[in-house]
């Protein structure tokens, strides 16, 4: 019987340091996001984001800087993205921001440059420079007509070198 009490005790004495760990931690974490200010949203405006998810990273430089928090559709049907940046990066307002894609067909993100002004984006404003998502099979239709094009720039010049030689 004393065995089962120390037993217990030794099982309740552990899970409440288990459990305050846990709150400690929790707590922890949302006291280090409020200090970092995890709550810097700016909005950016596209024509189109196709495949551009939430929660998809804002680069800066190559560097995660930041994520996309949501996305809805304006007045003229145009994408609005929220994007969620670290409070520690500081953007001036004529910031441009570009949907890029992680290779050929990886994932997208959104690429960051910093412009040249002194004043800084601050929270709810909006990037106004914007470029929209390439499409992948627009882009392969490119390559392929100025690829049809070139050929047959070669054709017509090995074709008159022909009758030059005639």
């Given at each position: ?17 288990g459990g ?22 700016l909005d ?91 499409i992948v ?30």
């Amino acid at each position: 019987m004393k065995t089962d009490t120390r037993e217990m005790t030794v099982g309740a004495a552990t899970l409440a340091v288990g459990g305050l760990m846990l709150a400690v931690l929790y707590v922890g974490g949302e006291v280090r996001d409020k200090a970092t200010g995890i709550d810097y949203l700016l909005d950016a405006t596209f024509n189109r984001i196709d495949g551009l998810a939430d929660g998809g990273d804002v680069r800066l430089g190559g560097i995660k800087v930041g994520v996309v928090e949501s996305q809805r559709l304006d007045e003229h049907y145009r994408a609005v993205l929220t994007l969620k940046i670290d409070s520690d990066v500081q953007l001036p307002t004529d910031t441009s921001a570009a949907i890029h894609t992680n290779g050929l067909f990886g994932a997208k993100y959104i690429v960051l440059e910093p412009g040249g002004e002194d004043e800084i984006l601050a929270e709810g404003d909006e990037i106004s420079f914007t470029q929209d998502a390439v499409i992948v099979s627009e882009l392969l239709e490119l390559i392929i007509s100025q690829g049809k094009a070139n050929r047959r720039k070669l054709r017509e010049k090995a074709d008159a070198a022909d009758k030059r030689k005639e």
